[in-house]
C-alpha cells in the first residue's frame, strides 16, 4: 500500500503558484520523498526528491517539514501543460521500489 | 535527464498470442529496471522488479509464468506477456534506476495492449 495522501484533485490558475500537499507520517528515517507526475497516456516524469532539506530544481521546489511527515510540491508558475496527475512517493535511495498512489490530479486552468 | 524507450508503442493481438515488449535505457546504463500496468483512470501498479543478470522478483498477485521477465542487458529488459486474454489489455509501463546515485526512475513512454 502507498504511505503517502493526497488530496484527489485541485484546480490552479493559469502563472500561479501551484502548491500541492502530500502527508507521509510513516516515513522512515532513511527514505525519500520523490515527486513524478503523469500526463494523460504518457509514462510518468520524474520531477524531484528530498531527504530532509528543502529542495529545488528547474521544474519544482519541494518543501519538506522539519518532522518529515508531510511535505509540498511547488510549481511556481503554471502552466496549461502542467495538467497532469502528481504522486508522492516514498522510498529507499537503492533499489528502491516505487510504490504509485492515487496521486493528485492538478488541472491549470487559464 | 536519462532517456528510456519502449517498444511497441502500442500493439493489437489476438486472444491466445504472446506479446514481447522491450524497454531500453538509452543513455545510460539501469541497474534495475521496473514494470507496471495501469488500468483506465487507476494509478500504476508495479508488477515485478527486474536486475540484469538475475530473475525477477514479482509482486504479490502477478503471475511469474504469464508475465515473463528477461533482462539480459543493462540497457534491455522485455516483458512477454504470453498467452494473452482480454483482462490483459492494459497500459504497461517500464522503468530504468540507475542514472544517479539517488535512484529515480526514469519511465518509458507505455505500451498500450489490446487484446481481441
Known amino acids: 500500500d502507498a504511505k503517502t495522501t493526497q488530496p484527489p484533485s485541485m484546480d490552479c490558475a493559469e502563472g500561479r503558484a501551484a502548491n500541492l500537499p502530500c502527508n507521509h507520517s510513516?516515513?522512515?528515517?532513511?527514505?525519500?520523498v520523490y515527486w513524478y507526475r503523469q500526463i494523460h497516456s504518457q509514462g510518468p516524469q520524474y520531477i524531484i526528491h528530498?531527504?530532509?532539506n528543502n529542495e529545488t530544481n528547474e521544474m519544482a521546489s519541494l518543501i519538506i517539514t522539519e518532522d518529515r511527515k508531510s511535505s509540498t510540491l511547488i510549481l511556481p508558475h503554471a502552466t496549461l501543460r502542467d495538467t497532469a496527475v502528481y504522486y508522492c512517493?516514498?522510498?529507499?535511495?537503492?533499489?528502491?521500489?516505487?510504490?504509485f498512489g492515487q496521486g493528485t490530479e492538478l488541472s491549470v486552468k487559464p | 535527464g536519462a532517456v528510456v524507450s519502449q517498444h511497441p508503442s502500442w500493439v493489437i493481438c489476438k486472444s491466445g498470442t504472446s506479446v514481447k515488449i522491450e524497454c531500453r535505457s538509452l543513455?545510460?546504463?539501469?541497474?534495475?529496471m521496473f514494470w507496471y500496468r495501469q488500468f483506465p483512470k487507476q494509478s500504476l501498479m508495479l508488477m515485478a522488479t527486474?536486475?540484469?543478470?538475475?530473475?525477477?522478483?514479482?509482486e504479490q498477485g502477478v503471475e511469474k509464468d504469464k508475465f515473463l521477465i528477461n533482462h539480459a542487458s543493462l540497457t534491455l529488459s522485455t516483458l512477454t506477456v504470453t498467452s494473452a486474454h482480454p483482462e490483459d489489455s492494459s497500459f504497461y509501463i517500464c522503468?530504468?534506476?540507475?542514472?544517479?546515485?539517488?535512484?529515480?526512475?526514469?519511465f518509458g513512454p507505455g505500451t498500450r495492449l489490446t487484446v481481441l
Open positions: 510513516t516515513i522512515s528515517g532513511n527514505e525519500y
Open positions: 528530498g531527504l530532509k
Open positions: 522503468s530504468a534506476g540507475g542514472y544517479t546515485v539517488y535512484n529515480e526512475q526514469f
Open positions: 527486474s536486475n540484469e543478470g538475475s530473475k525477477a522478483t514479482y
Open positions: 512517493i516514498v522510498s529507499y535511495n537503492q533499489g528502491g521500489k516505487l510504490i
Open positions: 543513455d545510460f546504463q539501469a541497474t534495475t
